[in-house]
Nanobody, 123 residues
Framework: QVQLVESGGGLVQAGGSLRLSCAAS????????VGWFRQAPGKEREFIAA??????YYGDSVKGRFTISRDRAKATLFLQMNSLKPEDTAVYYC??????????????????WGQGTQVTVSS
């Protein structure tokens, strides 16, 4: 059974940075797409970033500020978040699954999810 565990969330002032991690265990396939989503209270889950093979994808709201990366040897996914804004406040989730390219931005396409980590950006 694949397990994903996020860490690195917290409280930060606007303009600051945080680095989220997502540790995978239980045998995630190297062919899986891995990605980050976030969900604020009362809002739908929003696509942030994903990696499929050697290609990265970003949501428009974070492009140029956030960077997704992975360490295959450690089965860990990262999200470096810079220039944080109060509107970035949300619970951040990592997901994984055999997602086809055209569906990487859809949360319904991911099989496995972590429990989430809270990110709060104060103004």
């Amino acid at each position: 059974q694949v397990q994903l565990v996020e860490s690195g969330g917290g409280l930060v002032q606007a303009g600051g940075s945080l680095r989220l991690s997502c540790a995978a265990s239980g045998g995630t396939s190297n062919t899986y797409v891995v990605g980050w989503f976030r969900q604020a209270p009362g809002k739908e889950r929003e696509f942030i970033a994903a990696i499929k093979g050697g290609t990265t994808y970003y949501g428009d709201s974070v492009k140029g500020r956030f960077t997704i990366s992975r360490d295959r040897a450690k089965a860990t996914l990262f999200l470096q978040m810079n220039s944080l804004k109060p509107e970035d406040t949300a619970v951040y989730y990592c997901g994984a699954g055999p997602v086809i390219t055209s569906q990487v931005r859809r949360s319904e396409s991911y099989y496995y999810w972590g429990q989430g980590t809270q990110v709060t950006v104060s103004s």
